[in-house]
T-cell receptor, first 116, second 113 residues
Framework: AQTVTQSQPEMSVQEAETVTLSCTYDTSENNYYLFWYKQPPSRQMILVIRQEAYKQQNATENRFSVNFQKAAKSFSLKISDSQLGDTAMYFCAFMKPKGGSEKLVFGKGTKLTVNP | DTGVSQNPRHKITKRGQNVTFRCDPISEHNRLYWYRQTLGQGPEFLTYFQNEAQLEKSRLLSDRFSAERPKGSFSTLEIQRTEQGDSAMYLC???????????FGQGTRLTVV
């Protein structure tokens, strides 16, 4: 079974600074997807960024980028130029595609606070 | 279509009562998921539908839980004889076959007193 570990329960960063959230996972699969989801207070979870394991190039979405280290099974999220609206819970998730439900396996999350 | 819709947003019930939640997925999505999220934890998978067929259920889904998706559209999740341990946020998500991104609803927060 796949597991996802987020070792930082809480983090804080000053507005406009850069912060990196950590995620490690365990799987015997070779082909899979990794995601970072954002859950703002009292609001729905939204996708921040995703990475296909077969792609060596790290995914980027505007201020969000990942450092995907397949051999180390590590998938960290870097948020540049942090904004107050980035304050939220961030969840790392794993998915095994095709041939199944494509359900997501989540970590416990990291609570990020961006301070003015 | 404004996204995945869940009702009610909040539900307080007495222990032993039955509750039912509804999820309306994005209309063109044929995959629908239910997750449960307790305080301080990430969402945990409960069950999965492809169209009207329930194809996977987690061991977390005890006999008191039942989910349906008639006609492959909306879905309901029923909990019978609720227990305090059922208190959680119940999240619904949907996705299409050609897109691995799952879109989540705002969830139904259940409190069992």
């Amino acid at each position: 079974a796949q597991t996802v570990t987020q070792s930082q329960p809480e983090m804080s960063v000053q507005e406009a600074e850069t912060v990196t959230l950590s995620c490690t996972y365990d799987t015997s699969e070779n082909n899979y997807y990794l995601f970072w989801y954002k859950q703002p207070p009292s609001r729905q979870m939204i996708l921040v960024i995703r990475q296909e394991a077969y792609k060596q190039q790290n995914a980027t979405e505007n201020r969000f980028s990942v450092n995907f280290q397949k051999a180390a099974k590590s998938f960290s999220l870097k948020i540049s130029d942090s904004q107050l609206g980035d304050t939220a819970m961030y969840f790392c998730a794993f998915m095994k595609p095709k041939g199944g439900s494509e359900k997501l396996v989540f970590g416990k999350g990291t609570k990020l606070t961006v301070n003015p | 279509d404004t996204g995945v819709s869940q009702n009610p947003r909040h539900k307080i019930t007495k222990r032993g009562q039955n509750v039912t939640f509804r999820c309306d997925p994005i209309s063109e999505h044929n995959r629908l998921y239910w997750y449960r999220q307790t305080l301080g934890q990430g969402p945990e998978f409960l069950t999965y539908f492809q169209n009207e067929a329930q194809l996977e259920k987690s061991r977390l889904l005890s006999d008191r839980f039942s989910a349906e998706r008639p006609k492959g559209s909306f879905s309901t999740l029923e909990i019978q004889r609720t227990e305090q341990g059922d208190s959680a946020m119940y999240l619904c998500a949907s996705s299409g076959t050609a897109n691995t991104e799952a879109f989540f609803g705002q969830g139904t927060r259940l409190t069992v007193v």
